[in-house]
DNA sequence: GCATTGTCTTGAGAATCGTTCATGCTAATG
DNA sequence: CATTAGCATGAACGATTCTCAAGACAATGC
């Protein structure tokens, strides 16, 4: 019998392209999804999808399982908000501070979609704080903080966001632009453009440059992306931003990006919430809707 | 993870209104029900449904839910039909037979329904038979035959559509017309009327009267329901009917009817096929299609 | 030409989940 | 106050559905 399960595995599969993705997106083994797709295919009595392309070509069986996925699966969500609106009908307040500079990109659309649903929790980004987001948590001052790099404290709950990779800009003429990635020691007599944040809490750093001992000729910092992309164009300098916070500039051949290593620097993005808030349906919702907004407008992250 | 099974469910309890009868129409038992939906409320953090009313009433998260039913099961169902006809674009012929008297009630609707959706099946009810239809059905001049009393044939095979209960009709006025239940010895004075079909083939006999030894006074046939009405009503006889197809008439008011003896004569009413056609997506699609249009249209059936 | 990598398949075992069965509880009915 | 019908509950079972480990296959690179 059809579930709905099947129905969230291939709309996975299709904005995936691959068994392996898909079966991250939902949270099983890859294994279990092609047993899944074999048994429904079996039951179905005709193959759903084409494996030996990439991405995978759906059949028209499989197209038509998909269009059937895309009418219920945004009815069953909707139902769902309901439901949960309706069992907990308590008022809430989302206030929240966003460490890492260039999250507005999806925080700003996950934050419209959420209050057409939730008219009666108050969601804000309050400006003008002196103390640190984490801290004000526990404090209440703040409910929810965007973090890449999570603290142990009493009472906080860092709930896994997305993962994405962290690669070097370089200007379109710098002899690093044609190569599949750099060494550590590549940046020793480069200028790294950085946020002007604290030295540890910047990846480029931490998971990069210091365990190889490196350090680049010079360190400037720049408040906005922006800034940066144009300083890092004239050459004046590299820059380690996340993946999706650079697409905009490369698909414009404004910089190149270059991996960080051979495996490339990959961190997670957390959302830093108090224990008590952790099940409250607004706030279920709420990472609901930030995780499906960041993978629908982000490219190039992967599940936590 | 809310599934279409949770969906299923919902919409049996409300056509149902009991947990128990419920069950019986997806075809599981009370205590699975039990235990899915409060799985279910557990996890939704709200009940769905008050238990002590009867029919049972839904709570608003239960009407929401029930509303994201009627809006989904439909497309699935839909879907579910284009599979089939993807997966065999074969030729069908589903040529048929009725021995049972009063299905055309069921049956052309039935019939309406899935001439839409299959077009390249030929669907007929072919007249003016001399032969057995049983027997027209292995060799070929027949597909499908409608019948309550399965008689085992060589690639025969019998899918159990419903089930229903045998009524017996008398005048308003008649002594019995007060009475839950007749006895078989109550109609030792009676005139019986009947079908003009073999005596072997009617339930009052061989589940009634037989077994108890007893024979009406007189037994006269006719042909059609509504002449059998007439004469029951101007008390000129009684008999033995499937309780939906006397609904019209006592819902008029016309006629009463009283269960055969204390546990009622419960009958199921089978499709015979043949074997090589049970599997065939457009018989699976039919007999669904039929159960699923009794269940609408007649009143006091079963599951079989 | 042969290792390497990434993807999908397969089969067996394991875990999980749902179902059954037996029983107890409650409310309505006579 | 017995009786019946409907629902809840818990233990045991059973069947899906997953994970794990291994293998096939194709594309890619040395």
């Given at each position: 019998?059809?579930?709905?399960?099947?129905?969230?595995?291939?709309?996975?599969?299709?904005?995936?392209?691959?068994?392996v993705e898909a079966a991250e997106r939902v949270h099983?083994?890859?294994?279990?999804?092609?047993?899944?797709?074999?048994?429904?295919?079996?039951r179905l009595g005709?193959?759903?999808?084409?494996?030996?392309?990439?991405?995978?070509?759906?059949?028209?069986?499989?197209?038509?399982?998909?269009?059937?996925?895309?009418?219920?699966?945004?009815?069953v969500r909707m139902a769902e908000r309901d439901l949960a609106r309706l069992a907990g009908n308590?008022?809430?307040?989302?206030?929240?501070?966003?460490?890492?500079?260039?999250?507005?990109?999806?925080l700003m659309p996950t934050m419209d979609h959420f209050r057409d649903h939730w008219p009666e929790v108050e969601v804000d980004i309050p400006g003008g704080h002196h103390f640190e987001p984490l801290d004000a948590l526990p404090r209440e001052q703040l409910d929810l903080v965007i973090t890449a790099d999570p603290?142990?404290?009493?009472?906080?709950?860092?709930?896994?966001?997305?993962?994405?990779?962290?690669?070097?800009?370089?200007?379109?003429?710098?002899?690093?632009?044609?190569?599949p990635f750099v060494s550590p020691a590549s940046l020793a007599e480069e200028t790294l453009i950085t946020y002007p944040v604290e030295h540890a809490r910047l990846d480029v750093f931490t998971q990069f440059l210091d365990p190889a001992g490196v350090t680049p000729r010079e360190v400037r910092t720049a408040e906005?992306?922006?800034?940066?992309?144009?300083?890092?164009?004239?050459?004046?300098?590299?820059?380690?931003?996340?993946?999706?916070?650079?697409?905009?500039?490369?698909?414009?051949?404004y910089v190149k990006a270059v991996a960080l290593g051979e495996h490339g620097v990959w961190s997670t993005l957390f959302a830093a919430i108090r224990e008590e808030t952790r099940e409250t349906p607004w706030m279920v919702d709420f990472l609901r809707t930030a995780r499906e907004t960041s993978f629908a407008v982000l490219e190039g992250i992967k599940p936590a």
């Open positions: 019998m059809l579930e709905l399960r099947h129905l969230r595995t291939l709309i996975a599969l299709r904005d995936a392209g691959s068994l099983l083994t890859q294994s279990a999804l092609s047993h899944q797709l074999k048994d429904l295919e079996e005709s193959p759903l999808f084409e494996r030996k392309t990439r991405p995978v070509t759906f059949t028209r069986a499989g197209q038509r399982l998909v269009e059937l996925a895309e009418q219920v699966l945004p009815q308590e008022q809430g307040r989302l206030h929240m501070a966003i460490e890492c500079h260039s999250c507005f990109q999806w603290q142990p404290l009493p009472g906080v709950h860092y709930e896994p966001l997305f993962r994405y990779q962290g690669l070097l800009a370089v200007s379109r003429h710098h002899p690093l632009a044609g190569q906005l992306t922006i800034m940066m992309m144009q300083l890092v164009a004239s050459g004046r300098g590299v820059c380690a931003l996340p993946n999706w916070a650079l697409t905009e500039y490369l698909e414009r051949d």
